[in-house]
């Protein structure tokens, strides 16, 4: 029961978007329900929030949580492994990869995770990723669920390509595919672009959706039914990265937080990274162009810099928390993006400048919702290899020099 042509007339008018009509009548009878279907689906409120995005990012007070640093982590690592590899054998953790986004700084056409990072052979992303996984399911002697978020944009050259590739040895009754959200994309006045004559401009609505739409696919009834109580959220871009790390999980559990976050120590006071802080006495992230002068030359009692831990997007979340939150609105971020649109001629623009925004919701907003989180020091050359770009920084070619470093054949 798709929306009527009147309904969607009300609708946009209500958010001044009349003019995604305009070529209405130019449209076969599919055509136009499936406009109608889109306006009906398309969230419209969060749009005139570009008006005044001064107003978004107002932080309250920041100030410094300690992280679990690496010495006390050696000293503990044989009891949090224990305590990890017992939850895992329990079947209490679960993995989501986050691979949603468009990735479109590497500038490839495909899914992030079917970016080749070999040179004498092939090694794509997803297969680096399912390796880390491996070793943890042969540690514990376990499988793990692993749940893979894409995109209207990517999801069936995803699954296309995992089934192809057998899941890279992972067993596929232990791979579950769900597709996040959508959000309209608008020029710098708010209003929606049209990508053809009969659909909305969209894009993923950022990787704070995850749990949202993992609910809403249905997974999230799996999850309890298999009685997993941490889930394990990861990107897709870092190729070193442990998932379900052992350690990791029995400390956040030894240590009785409900959030687990993974960061490595800035290599620079400037560096871009977000940091873990106190906002309002709970666990936050200030990101890297919030950080104040002040803020970024603070000192502990130690005489160390107090925000100095940067967040890498691995976070251990448990999941009573994460339902008890679910319905709490995140914060949107608007970010300014090159979106491909129709001119007034109904000609395809792809644009070289950015020229309008793409609303997102970002996991990292969901740790404010969490009541106690443990900052978990790793070791940046060991675990951190982000590919972002083609080349320079957080690229192909840095990642490539990391996995060798870390005996990874290319
Ligand atoms: P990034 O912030 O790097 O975004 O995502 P991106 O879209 O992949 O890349 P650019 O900015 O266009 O170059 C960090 C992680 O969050 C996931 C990405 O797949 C990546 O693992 N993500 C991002 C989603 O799953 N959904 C989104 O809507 C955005």
Known sequence: MGM???QAKEKLEK??????LKYYEELSEAEKQALLDQIEATDMSILEACLHKEDLAQKGVISPLAAMQIPEIEAN???FTETGLEAIRAGKVGAVLLAGGMGTRLGSDGPKGVYNVGLTRKLYIFECLINNLMDVVKQADAWIHLFVMTSDKNHDATVTFMKE???FGYREEYVHFFEQEMAAATDYNGKIYLEEKGRLSTSPNGNGGWFISLKNSGLLDLVHREGIEWLNVFAVDNVLQRIADPCFVG???QKNCVVGAKVVKKNAPDEKVGVMCLEDGKPSIVEYYELTDELMNAKDENGDPAYYFGVILNYLFKVADLERTVENKLQLHIV???IPYLDENGNLVKPQQPNGYKFENLVLDMIHEMDSCLPFEVVREK???????????DSVESARELLKRNGVEL
Request: glycine share 6%.
């Open 251 to 253: 400390a956040t559990i």
């Open 4 to 6: 009527t042509l009147e």
């Open 165 to 167: 590739k057998n899941y």
């Open 383 to 393: 675990e951190f290899a982000p590919i972002k770009n083609a080349t320079g920084v």
């Open 336 to 338: 300014e993006k090159k």
């Open 15 to 20: 958010y001044g978007q009349q003019h995604v």
């Open 77 to 79: 690592r044989e009891s």
